[in-house]
């Protein structure tokens, strides 16, 4: 029997206890997507050069305080899509990279069209190396593990779909794909697994999907959120559901961004909240303690015009308290320019991010609501366009 918007929570959180749903493992690794062929001339248009040097950076993270580079992989990705293009099995087996844009020469340059491409890495591996490669939709952009690590859903721009793929041991297969009628830019699994919402940016709008087992639905329900929703993401407790809204067709222009906050409790699940926040947010995590998201706003600090009144050195890592079913601000730090990717780690004690103008991965300290740069920065091989953990 398919389930309703209605049965969004019920009593999920007490039958995942009773049946003894498994925990998170404790992390190693954050994966990292470099991509070294893109940069923007002063007027803020890219200027696309040519590929072949880009790679997918796993970074072991045991001693937080200390990470290391364990793998770097001829890996072509990209910094045009929402920075959740990747993620990893909470078993820290595999790592999954969708690649949203692929190169064409185009006369004596070259032009981004949509990929489809899915790139499986084996974590296990000493050192980790890619496995498989497998289709899916046109620019596949925001990418969710469901807490089981058996289930995919991809957010494909270009094909305005969500590919369905399942995880069985080192095989990873697409077996569905849901027709959304507008693009979407990311999506996210509540964390019972039975539900899923996807961004449609170009809409304003996040889509409510159901889930049962390898079954993906889409039902028509949207709820209208803040303008241009780039990222999605669910508090760890199932409570509530972030959007980073971008504001102006996600152009930079120095007007506010926000973040929506969705009540999934509720029945039906609906927006109750609105948090005003510093321009342009691609970037956005919520912690595994379920009392914490942090979004990263690029404050003009890349792809901007030079010299414009809202142009800025720095990204500001927007951090905001969800604990007790609210949301509201609660401080804020800096990162470097244009800083795209964000992990939390696994038991929510450090935050990781990653600064594409910068080529560095900048490490925070999170202590209770406080989030605080501890000055360590680990220097990468290129230019961070996206990052995840195995904590989404």
């Not at 990747?86 to 981004?112: C, H, M, R």
Request: charged share 20%.
């Amino acid at each position: 029997m398919r389930r309703g918007i209605g049965g969004w929570l019920g009593c999920g959180a007490m039958v995942a206890l009773l049946l003894g749903e498994p925990t998170m493992a404790r992390a190693q690794y954050v994966v990292i997507g470099d991509d070294n062929k893109l940069h923007w001339d002063d007027a803020g248009k890219p200027v696309f050069t040519e590929p072949g040097k880009d790679e997918v950076v796993i970074v072991d993270i045991k001693n937080p305080i200390e990470p290391k580079i364990v793998a770097s992989l001829p890996l072509i990705n990209t910094v045009i899509g929402p920075p959740t293009n990747l993620a990893v099995t909470p078993d820290e087996s595999l790592a999954l990279v969708a690649n949203s844009i692929a190169y064409q020469q185009d006369g004596a340059g070259w032009k981004g069209v949509p990929d489809n491409k899915l790139f499986v890495i084996d974590l296990k591996g000493a050192p980790p190396k890619l496995i498989a490669t497998v289709d899916v939709g046109k620019q596949p952009s925001g990418l969710a593990i469901n807490k089981s690590g058996n289930l995919v859903l991809i957010a494909n721009r270009a094909d305005s779909s969500v590919s369905v793929l399942t995880i069985k041991g080192q095989e990873v297969k697409l077996v569905d794909t849901i027709a959304m009628n507008d693009p979407v830019s990311a999506v996210a699994f509540t964390p019972d697994g039975k539900h899923a919402l996807a961004t449609k940016n170009t809409v304003n709008k996040v889509s409510l999907l159901n889930v049962e087992g390898e079954k993906v639905t889409y039902d028509k329900t949207d709820l209208a959120v803040g303008p241009y929703p780039y990222n999605v993401q669910v508090t760890a407790d199932g409570r509530l559901a972030l959007t980073a809204n971008q504001g102006n067709g996600g152009v930079a222009d120095g007007g506010a961004g926000s973040v929506t906050v969705i009540d999934l409790k509720a029945t039906p699940p609906h927006v109750i909240d609105y948090v005003g926040i510093a321009p342009i947010p691609e970037g956005l995590d919520v912690s595994p303690r379920a009392n914490l998201a942090v979004a990263l706003a690029l404050n003009g600090s890349g792809a901007v015009p030079k010299g414009v009144w809202y142009a800025h050195p720095n990204t500001i890592v927007e951090v905001l308290s969800t604990a007790g079913g609210k949301v509201h601000k609660v401080g804020s730090v800096n990162a470097g320019g244009l800083a795209e990717g964000v992990a939390f780690s696994p038991d929510g004690k450090y935050l990781y991010v990653a600064n594409f103008n910068d080529d560095n991965l900048q490490i925070y300290k999170v202590t209770g609501d406080k989030v605080v740069d501890t000055g360590k920065v680990l220097k990468l091989p290129g230019h961070p366009a996206s990052m995840r953990s195995s904590a989404p």
